[in-house]
Nanobody, 115 residues
Framework: QVQLVESGGGLVQTGESLTLSCAAS????????MNWYRQAPGKERELVAT????????RYHYSVEGRFTISRDNAKNTAYLQMNGLKPDDTAVYYC????????WGQGTQVTVST
């Protein structure tokens, strides 16, 4: 059974940092592209960051470019999202996603950034 479990969310103030983790089980994470999405209240889910399975190429949503860093530790079957300089607009539920031929999602972790 495949599981993706996010952790590391919380309530922070503007300008602070958080690191989200996504622990994968039941799959060989090194074979999967790993993504972080977020969904704010009343908005559609959007792709925040992605990292390839092959060469670790990363891409980011324009709104987080330069502030967020996605990474992966295949030996630990874990992906990360380092978030610096957090803003109130970053408030959302953050979801981990693993995609290859199959598509798996975590349950999400809440990130709230206060002014």
């Amino acid at each position: 059974q495949v599981q993706l479990v996010e952790s590391g969310g919380g309530l922070v103030q503007t300008g602070e940092s958080l690191t989200l983790s996504c622990a994968a089980s039941g799959l060989i994470m090194s074979r999967y592209r790993m993504n972080w999405y977020r969904q704010a209240p009343g908005k559609e889910r959007e792709l925040v960051a992605t990292i390839s399975a092959t060469d670790g190429t990363t891409r980011y949503h324009y709104s987080v470019e330069g502030r967020f860093t996605i990474s992966r530790d295949n030996a630990k079957n874990t992906a990360y999202l380092q978030m610096n300089g957090l803003k109130p607009d970053d408030t959302a539920v953050y979801y981990c996603n693993a995609i290859m031929n199959d598509n798996y999602w975590g349950q999400g972790t809440q990130v709230t950034v206060s002014t």
